[in-house]
């Protein structure tokens, strides 16, 4: 499969903001179901952002008005703006493909292709 790499983490206070970007490398991005999920020290993956092939996003309930997930097809790239970022938001983050029950639930499970993550840390 098309091998995701992410970039754009790093380290910002609270309020600031951060843009990731995921480039597909070596072959197409499955574009069905590509988002981007967290996952944080001893905590559980967790589904952050979805977007369909229709265009149709979802979000987490909290970080809905402060994430945004696009795409360029052309570029074969995904991109996720995070703005007025918030300590619990500190975390690895992977973009992803997978089955589109990820776009209407975010459960993780229903992913089956990702990258290597990029840290992303916020300080109060």
């Known amino acids: 499969e098309v091998q995701l790499v992410e970039s754009g983490g790093g380290s910002v206070q609270a309020g600031g903001s951060l843009k990731l970007t995921c480039t597909g490398s070596?072959?197409?991005?499955?574009?069905?179901?590509v988002g981007w999920f967290r996952q944080a020290p001893g905590k559980e993956r967790e589904g952050v952002a979805g977007?369909?092939?229709?265009?149709?996003?979802r979000y987490f309930n909290s970080v809905k008005g402060r994430f945004t997930i696009s795409r360029e097809n052309g570029k074969n790239t995904l991109s996720l703006q995070m703005n007025d970022l918030k300590p619990e938001d500190t975390a690895t983050y992977y973009c992803?493909?997978?089955?589109?029950?990820?776009?209407?639930?975010?459960?993780?499970?229903?992913?089956?292709?990702w990258g290597q993550g990029a840290l992303v840390s916020v300080s109060a």
């Open positions: 992803a493909s997978g089955r589109r029950d990820y776009c209407r639930g975010l459960l993780t499970e229903y992913l089956d292709n």
């Open positions: 070596g072959s197409t991005i499955r574009w069905s179901c």
């Open positions: 977007i369909d092939v229709t265009g149709e996003t």
